[in-house]
């Protein structure tokens, strides 16, 4: 049957509890245990293994609330460890551009993957294929949803959430009302708290009365994103995958202190250091920015101390993606809304105005760019072998005293040379 080759076939592929997998990965004593892993600083527990979801430990909880679960239990209780997540994500990723070079990845365990070439037989096929490949050269586990559009895989990802293989089809199936209708109207991507709120209130639970519900009622009493969502929940694609990296227009590295700040040093060395990661990640997806915005805070919830928050934003001369550009801006704009005394909790970096660096060359380039150019290549290449900071700027500093609160990091990092396992031989 020709005609089934033209049907789109969208796959979401989710990685399972992505977290603990990852730290599942370079400790299998832990393999079937509980575990979890906390926010920035320890404060929410947010990924669970089966185990830890199976004693009740809910998401998002903060941490001290499931503190007694967790001892009574032997829960293993790790601090988020994003470089290391980082790195497992990007192999992920690779592995299923493999499949199919036009990916959209959606978040740091999800992609949208376009399967249309396969005929309609293939396709689980196909999604099983993916899930092992992925789960041979990564060692993380997956759900995969194929559907013809993006809302339906996200509803057939969560239906192969449950089932033993892991892959879940919904192409060919003729009608697929009875499985809608056991989709709860907030569980549909798309749908928020606000218009779940608003879609109870005229009688509409689940995704099967959606998706029989009138466009032009929707259209009128909502908006055309909701339209669309109630489109493809009829299997009509409207929301288009989107693939292209460039598409990104700003960068942002920012986080909150393990412990407050009061020195002018250590806030410098702070921005210094989110502007080399800014940097190297727009310069990874061969970017630049046009502008650099900074900002620092004291915490709201301390206001006995006093409240100060602070930003500016200063345009480069020329577009640029150069750690010492960055860094020298930055350190001008910190001077200028830095205030002595308070105690800062957080502070930030955002590069803006991106655009592709290619063929950026322009009347004021000269030797000197090519010259900056290829010393920042270097630095990436070197970082990237022997570990994130081996080269650095002196302004980046060394101590970094101001670092996030990780009591239980499982220290390993694949980008990082010095947490490769020791290993005696006798
Ligand atoms: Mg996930």
Redesign the pocket.
């Known amino acids: 049957m020709s005609s089934t080759q033209y049907t789109k076939k969208i796959a979401l592929v989710?990685?399972?509890?992505?977290y603990v997998s990852c730290e599942r990965l370079f400790n299998p004593k832990i393999r079937k245990k509980p575990v979890v892993v906390l926010s920035n600083n320890d404060g929410c527990i947010i990924s669970r293994s089966t185990e830890a979801k199976a004693l009740g430990i809910k998401m998002g909880e903060p941490y001290f609330k499931g503190k007694d679960i967790i001892i009574k239990n032997n829960v293993q209780v790790f601090s988020s460890n994003y470089s290391l997540y980082g790195d497992i994500s990007r192999r992920v990723m690779r592995t299923l551009k493999r499949f199919n070079s036009d990916i959209e990845i959606y978040s740091i365990?999800?992609a949208f993957l376009d399967l249309s070439n396969f005929t309609d037989e293939e396709v689980e096929k196909v999604g099983k294929e993916i899930r092992a490949t992925v789960l041979q050269w990564t060692g993380i586990p997956t759900s995969i949803g194929i559907a013809k559009t993006k809302t339906l895989s996200k509803v057939a990802n969560h239906i192969a959430k449950k089932t033993q293989s892991g892959v879940t089809s919904l192409i060919g199936i003729e009608n697929i009302d009875p499985i809608l209708e056991k989709v709860e109207i907030s569980d549909i991507w798309g749908v928020g708290k606000q218009l779940t709120k608003f879609y109870q209130k005229n009688g509409i639970y689940n995704a099967k009365q959606l998706k029989n519900k009138s466009n032009t009622w929707i259209k009128k009493s909502s908006n055309v994103l909701s339209s669309r969502t109630a489109m493809e929940l009829r299997g009509i694609p409207c929301i288009d995958l989107e693939t292209t990296t460039s598409k990104r227009k700003s960068c942002v590295v920012s986080r909150s202190f393990g412990k407050r700040v009061e020195k002018f040093q250590e806030l410098r060395e702070a921005v210094a250091n989110y502007c080399l990661n800014a940097s190297e990640k727009i310069r990874s997806e061969s970017l630049v920015a046009k502008a650099i915005t900074v900002f620092v805070r004291t915490s709201p919830f301390q206001r006995n101390f006093g409240y100060y928050s602070n930003s500016k934003t200063v345009d480069f001369p020329i577009a640029t993606n150069n750690s010492i550009e960055t860094v020298k801006v930055a350190m001008s704009i910190l001077d200028s809304i830095f205030k002595n005394g308070y105690r800062y909790q957080k502070a930030g970096v955002m590069l803006t105005g991106l655009s592709n660096a290619e063929g950026k060359k322009n009347l004021f380039s000269s030797e000197k760019d090519e010259k900056i150019n290829s010393l920042m290549r270097s630095i990436d290449n070197t970082n990237y072998r022997y570990g994130r900071s081996t080269l650095s700027l002196a302004s980046a500093g060394v101590q970094k005293r101001w670092n996030m609160r990780r009591q239980y990091s499982s220290k390993i990092d694949t980008a990082d040379f010095y947490c490769l396992p020791t290993v005696r031989v006798y």
Request: with cysteine; glycine share 0%; aromatic share 14%.
């Open positions: 989710d990685c399972n509890s992505f365990d999800e």
